[in-house]
Nanobody
Framework: QVQLVESGGGLVQAGGSLRLSCADS????????MGWFRQAPGKEREFVAA????????YYADSVKGRFTISRDNAKNTVYLQMNSLKPEDTAVYYC?????????????????WGQGTQVTVSS
């Protein structure tokens, strides 16, 4: 069973960097496509980035292209989100999610398993 736990969030100044991690204690996520999403106060949860289980295809939201990098280490059952050049508008709770289907997806409703989220706050 997939059990996702995010870590690495925190408070950072604008222009700074953070690296989020998403570990699967169930040790099965290596065969799942993985996504990162975020939800700011008063807003809907939105797509950030996604990666296939092989790592051969990656999607990014336009708002984070060139600043964020998604990667994975299947041997460690862990997915990462490197966030550089952070902006105050990146402030949100960040969630990782797993999807067991073949095609890489960007909609929240397409993901089967979710972590509890980690708070990222970017000060101006």
């Amino acid at each position: 069973q997939v059990q996702l736990v995010e870590s690495g969030g925190g408070l950072v100044q604008a222009g700074g960097s953070l690296r989020l991690s998403c570990a699967d204690s169930g040790r099965t996520v290596s065969r799942y496509n993985m996504g990162w999403f975020r939800q700011a106060p008063g807003k809907e949860r939105e797509f950030v980035a996604a990666i296939t289980w092989t790592g051969d295809r990656i999607y990014y939201a336009d708002s984070v292209k060139g600043r964020f990098t998604i990667s994975r280490d299947n041997a460690k059952n862990t997915v990462y989100l490197q966030m550089n050049s952070l902006k105050p508008e990146d402030t949100a709770v960040y969630y990782c999610a797993a999807d067991g289907r073949w095609r890489l997806r960007v909609e929240t409703g397409d993901y089967d398993y979710w972590g509890q989220g980690t708070q990222v706050t970017v000060s101006s």
